[in-house]
C-alpha cells in the first residue's frame, strides 16, 4: 500500500509540474499584439430602421478574412462620434477574428456639432449629454442586436452568416462607456432598475464613471460578467465634467471575478479615440494604443473565446508588459 501512495503521489507530482509548464509556455506563446492583416479588414455601411422608436441607427461592420460566423464586438462612440470613429481598435479586433459593428446614436453623434457654427459646438454637445439620449442609446444596442439576428439568417446579405450571436461584447468610450455599462450590469436609483441585455458576455468600457447620482456599490455591485475598465491619470472631460476621481471610483465598486482595470500614466480623455479633441495638453503616447488593442484583444480571446491562454496573459505578468512606467494594472 505504501508503494502505491508513493508511485501516486510521484505521478501526480509529475502532472502537475508538467500542467504548470504547458500553462507557462501557453502565456508566453500567446501574442495579442499580433494584429493579423489589417489591410485585409473591410467594413459596410448600414442603417437600422427602428418602427417602434421611428429611429434609424447608422451602424459601420468591419469583418476580416474569416468566413464562419465570429464573435460579435459593440462599440458605443462617445458624445460626437460616429461609426466612422474608433478604426483604431475595430480594425485589430476585426483582424484577430471578430465581427466589430460601431453604432452611431442619432441625437448624440457627430451631427450635433457639424451642423451648429463653431462657436455654438460646445453648447450643443452639453444638452445632447440628457436622460433622453442615454436612454436611447441603451435601447439602440438591444434593436443592433435583433436586427443583427435577422440579418445573420440571410446567406445574400453582408453580415449573412458571418455572425456568431452567442458571443457578444460590448464596449464603448466616454458617453459610450456610459452605454456599456448600463447593458452590461449597471443599476439605476433606488429601485435598481435594469437595462441589462443578457446577450451581453464581456464588456470594455473606456472612460467610465459612476453615476452623478446614487450609490456606486448599489449600481455596480451585481455586475456579473467579466468587465474591463480603462481610463487614464489626466482622462477628464469639459463636457459633463466628469473628473478622473469618478473614473477611478468604478473599480473598487465592482465584485470581484473577472474584473480588471487599466489605468494609463498621463492619458488624457482623448487617448481612447482616434483623433484629437478639444482641450488636449499634451502629445499623444503612441504607447497607448498599443497597449489598448493589446490588452483588450486579450480580454475579448479569454472571455468571447475562452481562450485559456489569453486569461493567462492578463492575470500574469502579460498584461504588465505591454504596459510603461506609471501605467497601472488591477486584476479581482
Not at 189 to 194: E, L
Request: glycine share 8%.
Amino acid at each position: 500500500m505504501f508503494r502505491n501512495r508513493t508511485w501516486f503521489r510521484l505521478l501526480a507530482s509529475v502532472f502537475l509540474t508538467a500542467a504548470g509548464a504547458l500553462s507557462a509556455w501557453a502565456e508566453e506563446s500567446y501574442d495579442p499584439t499580433r494584429t493579423g492583416d489589417l489591410e485585409q479588414v473591410s467594413f459596410t455601411d448600414l442603417k437600422i430602421a427602428d418602427a417602434a422608436r421611428q429611429r434609424e441607427v447608422p451602424i459601420r461592420v468591419y469583418l476580416g478574412t474569416q468566413t464562419t460566423p465570429s464573435p460579435v464586438i459593440l462599440f458605443s462612440p462617445g458624445l460626437g462620434g460616429s461609426r466612422e470613429f474608433y478604426g483604431y481598435v475595430a480594425k485589430p479586433w476585426a483582424a484577430r477574428g471578430y465581427s466589430v459593428v460601431v453604432l452611431q446614436h442619432p441625437g448624440s453623434d457627430s451631427d450635433v456639432w457639424q451642423q451648429v457654427r463653431p462657436a455654438d459646438r460646445a453648447t450643443a454637445l452639453r444638452q445632447a449629454v440628457n436622460p433622453q439620449n442615454f436612454l436611447l442609446r441603451a435601447q439602440d444596442v438591444s434593436v443592433v442586436l435583433d436586427q443583427l439576428q435577422a440579418w445573420s439568417q440571410i446567406p445574400r446579405h453582408a453580415v449573412g452568416q458571418r455572425l456568431d450571436l452567442g458571443r457578444v461584447g460590448m464596449s464603448g468610450h466616454s458617453f459610450g462607456a456610459v452605454t456599456t455599462q448600463s447593458v452590461s450590469g449597471e443599476r439605476f436609483g433606488r429601485a435598481a432598475k435594469s437595462l441589462t441585455d443578457a446577450r451581453i458576455k464581456a464588456a470594455i468600457a473606456m472612460s467610465p464613471s459612476v453615476p452623478r447620482q446614487g450609490d456606486a456599490k448599489l449600481a455596480f455591485g451585481d455586475v456579473k460578467i467579466p468587465w474591463l475598465l480603462m481610463t487614464g491619470t489626466k482622462d477628464d472631460s469639459p463636457i459633463g465634467n466628469v473628473d478622473v476621481a469618478s473614473r477611478l471610483a468604478v473599480f473598487p465598486t465592482l465584485p470581484p471575478g473577472e474584473k480588471y482595470e487599466l489605468v494609463l500614466n498621463n492619458a488624457e480623455h482623448s487617448a481612447f479615440s482616434d483623433r484629437a479633441l478639444a482641450g488636449d495638453r499634451s502629445t499623444r503616447n503612441p504607447n497607448h494604443h498599443k497597449a489598448i488593442i493589446a490588452i483588450s484583444t486579450a480580454f475579448w480571446d479569454a472571455y468571447l473565446k475562452e481562450d485559456a491562454a489569453a486569461k493567462a496573459w492578463l492575470d500574469g505578468a502579460g498584461a504588465k508588459s505591454a504596459l510603461e512606467s506609471g501605467d497601472r494594472w488591477q486584476v479581482k
